[in-house]
T-cell receptor
Framework: DSGVTQTPKHLITATGQRVTLRCSPRSGDLSVYWYQQSLDQGLQFLIQYYNGEERAKGNILERFSAQQFPDLHSELNLSSLELGDSALYFC??????????????FGPGTRLTVL | AQRVTQPEKLLSVFKGAPVELKCNYSYSGSPELFWYVQYSRQRLQLLLRHISRESIKGFTADLNKGETSFHLKKPFAQEEDSAMYYCALSGLTQGGSEKLVFGKGTKLTVNP
């Protein structure tokens, strides 16, 4: 699959725990975006990395952090998990850094359940 | 405030009927608007963007700045159009960078 990949598909954990979600962008894409989709908030932008550097920050909690590695894959770390963190987490990638002329390609998502 | 409102959570039409998915936005500048679609068991994907002024799969969307709307229309719905549709705008983060702001989506069902 040459598209955006995300692992794991599903993750079940307990409150207070820490998890890491992984995303591999499409070949050649330099930007990675993370989104959280919950029933009440909808799809919310968390953070964007471009070529290893943080480019844009959205509604990301301080308990959450992300990074993009030299091979351009990205990880989203969620710590001190709360019940309300249960959501679908999407990763997207794009060739450049902008939005208007740069299409984002989405991954299948990781479903996180916090019990 | 940057906000995208899709007033209909669910929309059901019959095959061959016209369909219009409503999207209203709130944005202080000149927004770029997009429609994304997610078919069953598939990924979220870009359907169209207003800057391209193109028709994709028979769908069109016109930006109406006076009404702050970007409704998605198709004259004759097909069963394969059944999907979740999200309207989005290119907004700004607190740091001044671009970000996509999504509506909560409308689930379209086209009945045979």
């Amino acid at each position: 699959d040459s598209g955006v990949t995300q692992t794991p598909k599903h993750l079940i954990t307990a409150t207070g725990q820490r998890v890491t979600l992984r995303c591999s962008p499409r070949s050649g894409d330099l930007s990675v975006y993370w989104y959280q989709q919950s029933l009440d908030q909808g799809l919310q932008f968390l953070i964007q990395y471009y070529n290893g550097e943080e480019r844009a920050k959205g509604n990301i909690l301080e308990r959450f952090s992300a990074q993009q590695f030299p091979d351009l894959h990205s990880e989203l770390n969620l710590s001190s998990l709360e019940l309300g963190d249960s959501a679908l987490y999407f990763c997207a990638s794009s060739p450049g850094m902008g939005l208007v002329n740069d299409e984002q390609f989405f991954g299948p998502g990781t479903r996180l359940t916090v019990l | 405030a940057q906000r995208v409102t899709q007033p209909e959570k669910l929309l059901s039409v019959f095959k061959g009927a016209p369909v219009e998915l409503k999207c209203n936005y709130s944005y202080s500048g000149s927004p770029e608007l997009f429609w994304y679609v997610q078919y069953s068991r598939q990924r979220l994907q870009l359907l169209l963007r207003h800057i391209s002024r193109e028709s994709i799969k028979g769908f069109t969307a016109d930006l109406n700045k006076g009404e702050t709307s970007f409704h998605l229309k198709k004259p004759f719905a097909q069963e394969e159009d059944s999907a979740m549709y999200y309207c989005a705008l290119s907004g700004l983060t607190q740091g001044g960078s671009e970000k996509l702001v999504f509506g909560k989506g409308t689930k379209l069902t086209v009945n045979p």
